[in-house]
């Protein structure tokens, strides 16, 4: 298990590989997360290396590397399915990975392929991935993934309204769907989406 910190640091060595090639200098990390002490980043590299995150060649810190299932396991995504940006439909997990990389990592994310256009003026286009942070609960205004009824999932603007629930397209011709709460499970929330223009 890591700390919140050993997670951060973590993430930002990931990022910077990703974008650069290779590892950031000690200095690089604290400038990013703002500590100033080398040797506490010192301690918490080490720290990732002895858990199995990280590895260093030699002796220089741009020798570190992401051991191979800390690499795969923060840039691909599970691909667990379809979501309905229309009426809702069944959600039936798939069995297939999708790499994004970057900022779209996380052990709590997944993505889903929306299908249908309630969701298009939030810039949400049938066919589009969203990359989700898996939570069971959400603020007014967040984009959610909500299970109705434990059976059928869709894609909408969460508002609560005390013992209610309104599920809100992004699309002027269709009206929200309003369900007692007790009828609404939240299963995440989007943080980012994907467009192919194949």
């Known amino acids: 298990m890591l700390t919140g910190l050993e997670e951060k640091v973590l993430e930002f060595i990931t990022r910077y590989i990703t974008q650069n090639g290779h590892s950031p200098t000690l200095i690089e990390i604290g400038d990013a997360l703002e500590i100033n002490s080398k040797g506490t980043i010192h301690r918490y590299v080490d720290s990732l290396i002895k858990k199995g995150h990280l ?13 191979g299932e800390q690499n795969k396991r923060l ?12 009426k ?11 790499n994004f990389s970057d900022m779209l990592m996380g052990s709590d994310r997944y993505a889903l392929e929306v299908r249908g256009d309630s969701m298009i003026e939030a810039g949400i286009f049938d066919g589009d991935y969203v990359v989700v942070r ?16 434990n059976g059928e999932a869709t894609l909408k603007r ?32 989007v943080v980012g989406q994907v467009r192919s223009y194949r």
Do not use: C
């Not at 840039?75 to 229309?86: D, K, M, Q, T, W």
């Not at 809702?88 to 999708?98: G, K, S, V």
């Not at 898996?134 to 009824?149: E, K, P, S």
């Open 158 to 189: 969460l508002r609560k309204h005390g013992d209610r629930v309104e599920l809100i397209p992004a699309n002027q011709s269709m009206a929200p769907m309003i369900y007692p709460a007790d009828r609404v499970y939240i299963q995440g929330v």
């Open 88 to 98: 809702p439909i069944e959600a039936i997990p798939e069995q297939l990975e999708i």
């Open 75 to 86: 840039i691909i995504l599970p691909f667990v399915g379809r979501i309905a940006a229309g």
């Open 134 to 149: 898996q939570t069971d609960t959400a603020n007014n205004g967040d984009i959610v993934i909500a299970l109705i009824d």
């Open 55 to 67: 590895h260093r060649d030699g002796r220089s810190w741009r020798g570190l590397r992401l051991t």
